[in-house]
């Protein structure tokens, strides 16, 4: 049984044969092929915070594999109504492969650990895996590769920084934060991804200007996460020099790419303009979470699909 719970879960080999059946898949839909991969299957989506990409992209791509999905609220009770062994061993007997986004990582890192069925981190406070590999696959359709590509994350070293650093350690491309002091991805996540990946380039810096003049990709995030509302009057001032602006895309080749996992607070990490830019890829890199999601799904219920399909 296997579980995507953080990227620790997968090798490298592994992502990047999820990565080519994403494209395969997405090549495919282009041309008018849906055809059913994943009859029958069921897809729960089991959701403690807001999400539009993730569970629509979920939603949308299991439906276009020929399974379905049950969006699972607050109503069924996981964590209120009764006990977590319960709930995820009855949960395993309907349904075939189960995201969860919650609030504390720790609730993923129990579900799975009955086996009941595959779990899929859909965010949580320490990772998103979902992302990275949709952020992976844009880089891959922009530069053909994601080897030796320079990924600069500008602000907080959060959820989706984590992820981030380590799958650019997984696929040989150099990682660099740019945050203010306390706001580094933390040591024991960097000391797991240098003991795992002895070769991983990652650097933190203070300074994003410095950082971005080599950068083939600029990366950044909201500054204040789901369930640190309350931290939100003081992240404002203390990103306020890290802001993705007009200037700091200057700084940059021309060709670099702007990536923003979404949702984005305009005017606070990123600027109208650069979103908008010819260089920003970050409505692709949205759609892109659906073809990744798709290839992990197969990748979960029917591998054989993609040995006889993916090159
Ligand atoms: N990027 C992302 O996970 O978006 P949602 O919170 O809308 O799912
Ligand atoms: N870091 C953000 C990502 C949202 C997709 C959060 O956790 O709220």
Known sequence: MRHLRTLFDLSPAEVKQILATALTLKTRLAEGDRTPILPGRVLGLLFEKPSL???VSFEAGMAQLGGSSLFLGSDVGWKTRESAS???RVIGQYLDVVVCRAKGHDRVEEL???NALPVVNGLTDLSHPCQALADMLTILE????????HIVFVGDGNNVARSLALICAMLDARFTLACPAGY???APWIERIRSEYPDAQIEQVRDPMPAVADADAIYTDVWTSMGQEDERAERVKIFQDYQVNEALQAAAPK???ILHCLPAVRGEEITEGVI???QSAIVQQAGNRMHAQKALLVWLIEPNWIA???K
């Open 53 to 55: 990409r993730t569970r």
């Open 86 to 88: 319960d709930f995820t």
């Open 276 to 278: 908008e830019s010819p």
């Open 255 to 257: 060709e670099c790419q």
């Open 308 to 310: 006889e399909n993916v």
């Open 112 to 114: 799975a650990q009955f």
């Open 142 to 149: 922009t530069f053909g590769t994601c080897s030796g590509k």
């Open 184 to 186: 580094e991805i933390d």
